[in-house]
Each structure stands twice: as structure tokens, then as C-alpha cells.
């Protein structure tokens, strides 16, 4: 979750957390069929799960590859919750993991001239290595090009986060540019890779 709508602008407090708010006229869970893993949904986030969001924007693990301050109140998320909650720009879930959450997804600065939107996701250090991201990241773009229509999405990595890299690249993303010295965390800055899929690319792998 963020105060803003981008990673790139103020308020900071929810910057790196995907999972705010839920679709407009869309409240259902999103079923991720197939796969070996175990049985995975994506919901709208609520209310009541902005302790574990919470939990998540002050890991410092965590933080340190969304380029954020590990800093983050409870009170403010709420209020920020309150705040966003109508906002049609933005699109955000809980991975529910029989019944458990998992992680947050997001499709945040939805841009409905454009038809783009920017991805982002955290899976909760627990179950990670379980294959969820890739499944998620996929239902999230079945959501983005199958229900809103969207014609591009975009996401920033950590160069030296190979792991999510190749997790995008499963999923189709191409690297389209490296944004050099982009975010400054742990002491130095950073490279990041600009990656970014087509609606037809997705589609045609479907």
C-alpha cells in the first residue's frame, strides 16, 4: 500500500505495498486454477487486512528491494485506506492462499487514455518459494487485459533482484530499459530495470 498512486511521488508511507483497494464493481476473488501448488485466489483488499500490510511495509528485508523506508503507523494506513478506497486508478489484492494471506498485488496509476498501469507485488516471506508469484503475477494480468481492457503493463525491478526477473520473465515481460542509479537504499543507489508487457503478448500466451 501508498499514500500516492506512484512509487515516484509523495507520501511515501504506502509506497512498495501492492494491495489496497479492490476493483470498482468487482468485490469477487479471482481464482488462479492450475498449477501444482496450492489452491490460490486474488481478493480485493479490506480493511481488516491492513494489519498484515502493515507487517509487511516494516520489514526491512522486504523494503530494501522496493527501495522504501522500512517506517510505517497503522493509523496512517487506515487513514490512507479511507481516503483511497474509491480510487478508480488503482487496483489492489490480497494473495489468498487457502484461506491464508500471502502477499499483496497491485495495478496501480491506471491510465485510461493510455490503457497502461504499473504492477507491482510482495509475497509474504513465509511462502515464498511455493511458485505463488508467478501464479499471481499471471492472474493479475488476466485481470489488467481481460477485464479492464488495459493495453500495457509496466513494472521497476532492482537489477539485482534476479530472482523477481526471472519471475516476470516467466510470466512475459521483457526488459524494455535500465534506469541507472534510479533509488538510493542501503547506503548506495541503484540500477533498475524498466520491464513491461503487451496486452496481445499476454493474450497469445493465454
Same mark, same amino acid.
Given at each position: 500500500?501508498?499514500?500516492?498512486?506512484?512509487?515516484?511521488?509523495?507520501?511515501?508511507?504506502?509506497?512498495?505495498?501492492?494491495?489496497?483497494?479492490?476493483?470498482?464493481?468487482?468485490?469477487?476473488?479471482?481464482?488462479?486454477?492450475?498449477?501444482?501448488?496450492?489452491?490460490?485466489?486474488?481478493?480485493?483488499?479490506?480493511?481488516?487486512?491492513l494489519p498484515f500490510v502493515h507487517g509487511l511495509s516494516n520489514d526491512s528485508g522486504i523494503m530494501s528491494y522496493w527501495f522504501e523506508e522500512p517506517y510505517e503507523a497503522?493509523?496512517?494506513?487506515?487513514?490512507?485506506?479511507?481516503?483511497?478506497?474509491?480510487?478508480?486508478?488503482?487496483?489492489?489484492?490480497?494473495?489468498?492462499?487457502?484461506?491464508?494471506?500471502?502477499? !499483496? =498485488?497491485?495495478? /496501480? #496509476?491506471?491510465?485510461?487514455?493510455? %490503457?497502461?498501469? $504499473?504492477?507491482?507485488i510482495i509475497v509474504h516471506p513465509g511462502h515464498q518459494g511455493r511458485g505463488l508469484a508467478g501464479r499471481a503475477?499471471?492472474?493479475?494480468?488476466?485481470?489488467?487485459?481481460?477485464?479492464?481492457?488495459?493495453?500495457?503493463?509496466? !513494472? =521497476?525491478?532492482? /537489477? #539485482?533482484?534476479?530472482?523477481?526477473? %526471472?519471475?516476470? $520473465?516467466?510470466?512475459?515481460?521483457?526488459?524494455?530499459?535500465?534506469?541507472?542509479?534510479?533509488?538510493?537504499?542501503?547506503?548506495?543507489?541503484?540500477?533498475?530495470?524498466?520491464?513491461?508487457?503487451?496486452?496481445?503478448?499476454?493474450?497469445?500466451?493465454?
Amino acid at each position: 500500500m501508498r499514500r500516492a498512486t506512484s512509487r515516484r511521488r509523495a507520501d511515501p508511507a504506502l509506497a512498495g505495498l501492492p494491495g489496497l483497494y479492490p476493483a470498482a464493481g468487482a468485490r469477487g476473488a479471482l481464482s488462479v486454477p492450475g498449477g501444482t501448488g496450492p489452491e490460490m485466489r486474488l481478493r480485493a483488499l479490506e480493511r481488516d487486512d491492513l494489519p498484515f500490510v502493515h507487517g509487511l511495509s516494516n520489514d526491512s528485508g522486504i523494503m530494501s528491494y522496493w527501495f522504501e523506508e522500512p517506517y510505517e503507523a497503522l493509523v496512517e494506513l487506515q487513514q490512507i485506506y479511507d481516503r483511497h478506497v474509491h480510487d478508480s486508478r488503482e487496483r489492489r489484492f490480497i494473495i489468498d492462499c487457502a484461506g491464508e494471506r500471502a502477499g !499483496l =498485488v497491485e495495478l /496501480v #496509476e491506471i491510465d485510461y487514455i493510455h %490503457r497502461n498501469a $504499473e504492477f507491482q507485488i510482495i509475497v509474504h516471506p513465509g511462502h515464498q518459494g511455493r511458485g505463488l508469484a508467478g501464479r499471481a503475477t499471471r492472474a493479475a494480468l488476466d485481470y489488467a487485459f481481460g477485464v479492464l481492457n488495459l493495453h500495457k503493463i509496466y !513494472l =521497476v525491478v532492482d /537489477v #539485482e533482484n534476479p530472482r523477481a526477473v %526471472r519471475v516476470y $520473465e516467466k510470466t512475459g515481460f521483457t526488459v524494455e530499459g535500465t534506469l541507472r542509479e534510479e533509488y538510493f537504499a542501503d547506503g548506495r543507489y541503484r540500477d533498475a530495470y524498466r520491464m513491461a508487457i503487451l496486452q496481445r503478448e499476454h493474450l497469445g500466451r493465454s
